[in-house]
């Protein structure tokens, strides 16, 4: 090997060797400095068929991402939040950016939770429930979150984010879609059949062959991410009829989710009009509800000037 030949293999292994020290000083600065979740007082495994009903109480919750355990907190993603929804309810989240949307559905899967809520301040909420289950807490089928295992609570909870996530290329097309392998092929082609999504799989090999989230568009990741929802609807059916889909994507097969309570995070007006109540917030806090059609024709509505 020349001098020239040696000098690239030496810069380019000592170039892989800082990426390796760098990643291990993070690997370990996360393992010292972020606080594991607590689970302390979470000592409820709900039954296979909860949540039956998906009816949710809200209850004077507010929330925070620094909580440093007193109060008051001077910047509250979420302040003093009440909000009733029924069983099988179909509720669009509407806001501007930093509004409290995302810190909502992040609620309702425990990576966020309640804290100590300060002093009511600003305009008054009276148009929000007042008759949920117990001060400062969220509930689900009457069952406080945070007497649930936050595993078997997210396990329970379908939730579609706007980004999908996908395992690395190369992984098995069945594995990205059911990493638990849980269900029969049959489910797997049944549910990406219910998106659109087989032909296109079965033309580049089917469940076995490997996925590049590449390969796919914008669009089709999303549906292939509802397909996953619909896998694991579908699975679940067979224990309960009812649940909580929680969405914060663009498009949504309602057929598939019959009988379920939706919450969905909607950056387009004109997708929730189908909806049964739509939640309007700003800076953390409800401002508005209501049927969609009806805020929309309401002159002054924050609806209608969203």
């Given amino acids: 090997m020349t001098f020239g030949e040696n000098l690239t293999m030496i810069i380019r292994f000592y170039t892989l060797l800082e990426t390796s020290i760098g990643a291990i000083s993070r690997l370990k600065s996360f393992s010292e400095n972020v606080k594991q979740e607590s689970s302390e007082g979470e ?18 919750v507010s929330a925070a991402y620094e909580d440093n355990g007193e109060a008051p907190h001077e910047h509250l993603a979420l302040d003093n939040l009440r909000l009733s929804i029924a069983p099988g309810e179909r509720v669009a989240i509407c806001g501007r950016s930093g509004s409290g949307k995302s810190s909502l559905l992040l609620l309702f899967l425990r990576l966020l939770d309640p804290v100590p809520r300060p002093k009511p301040t600003g305009p008054s909420q009276d148009h929000q429930p007042s008759n949920n289950p117990l001060p400062q807490q969220i509930a689900i089928d009457s069952l406080p979150l945070t007497s649930i295992s936050r595993n078997h609570l997210r396990a329970r909870i379908l939730a579609l984010p ?9 992984t098995p097309t069945r594995t990205n879609l059911d990493p638990q392998h ?12 219910a998106v ?50 929680l969405l914060d994507m663009q498009r949504v097969i309602m057929r598939e989710f019959a009988g379920y309570t939706i919450v969905m995070v909607s950056h387009r007006l004109g997708m929730v009009m189908g909806f049964d109540r739509v939640v309007v917030m700003d800076a953390g806090r409800i401002v508005e509800m209501g049927r969609p059609a009806k805020l929309a024709e309401t002159e002054g509505s924050k609806f209608r000037g969203l």
């Fill in 43 to 60: 000592d409820i495994v709900p039954p296979k068929e909860r949540p039956a009903d998906g009816k949710i109480d809200i209850s004077g």
């Fill in 196 to 245: 659109s999504l087989w032909e296109f799989i079965s033309a580049r090999g089917g469940l076995d062959a490997p996925l590049s989230p590449d390969t796919l568009s914008q669009g089709q990741k999303q549906l292939f991410n509802l397909a996953r929802a619909i896998l694991r609807r579908r699975l679940r059916a067979r224990d309960s009829e009812g649940g909580i889909l």
């Fill in 182 to 193: 849980a269900a029969s092929e049959s489910d797997c082609v049944s549910a990406l059949q």
């Fill in 162 to 170: 706007q980004e999908p996530v996908f395992l690395p290329s190369g």
